[in-house]
């Protein structure tokens, strides 16, 4: 892996042969050629569309987003990972998004994120262009709030839903895919209250990294997540004075209000500068994690 003068991006529709709809997809990878700027819903970022790939064995890492989200919200960490040398998949989950959120607050739901990820992970490997460059059959996930249950699930976990998101009214065991290419998670401000029952995520054998905000009051979840998995957690850290949505890229100055809770943070919480620091350390946690995945 070596640093990139530019990142390029492909735009991906993936089928989801379970709804018979289409997952939106991106995948962001090191490239030579020129950037520009170029518009994602709210967001500008500057990438090279349909460059060649430059590089090879390129690891994977998939990000899903939050509750009513887009992946866009993690534009930062995903085009610093694309410049070190990884190839991104970034993926809106259908019916969970900002464009759609139908689903939300559904055990629906919660079966379908996970088989969203798998599917993206299959598109990125089969991708004509990417594929051949990447480090074949291992990827990494990287998710927040829901997506960290997301990424959970797929790498083993055993998720059980609530009442109240059953059409039934009665809470019961998930079915959910798992995928044994995931080798390395990358957890912050993680949503785990589905996994309330002991060693719900005992199967979850992929090396983690955990940032929780100190004053994240929407998913206080990190004695949840450590009761299982403290022997896989490898770099872990409660992260002073942040919130739940501190860990997502700084927000357009547009979008920048009070009544738009995803782009407040605790009073003197600098998320800029943090997100220098969040990129970095989740960079060097994957490098180790990914490391020799390919002999």
Known sequence: MHEARAVGCRALQVQDPVS???????????????ARAVSFGPYQVDVAMDAQPDGELLPLV?????????????RGTALHLARAGFAVAL?????????????AHTAQNLCD???????VLDAAFADLALGPRLLA???AVLGHSIGAYTALALAGGRPRSFPKEEPDGQSRSLQVPRDPRVRALVLLAPAAAWFLEAGSLGGVTAQIFLRTGALDSIAPHRELVMRDLAAVITDEQIVPNAGHFSFQ??????MIRPDFPPSQDPPGFDRVSYQCQLNA???????GALRGADR
Do not use: C, K, M
């Open 281 to 287: 350390e989740v960079e060097a946690f994957l490098r």
């Open 249 to 254: 890229s700084p927000f357009p100055q547009s």
């Open 20 to 34: 018979q709809g289409a997952i939106s997809a991106w995948l962001l990878y090191p490239t030579g050629a020129p």
């Open 137 to 139: 059959g291992v990827a």
């Open 113 to 119: 994120r996970p088989r969203h990820l798998a599917l």
């Open 62 to 74: 998939a990000v899903s987003h939050g509750n009513g989200g887009s992946p866009w919200t993690h």
């Open 91 to 103: 993926l809106e989950h259908p019916g969970n998004s900002r464009s759609d959120n139908r689903l």
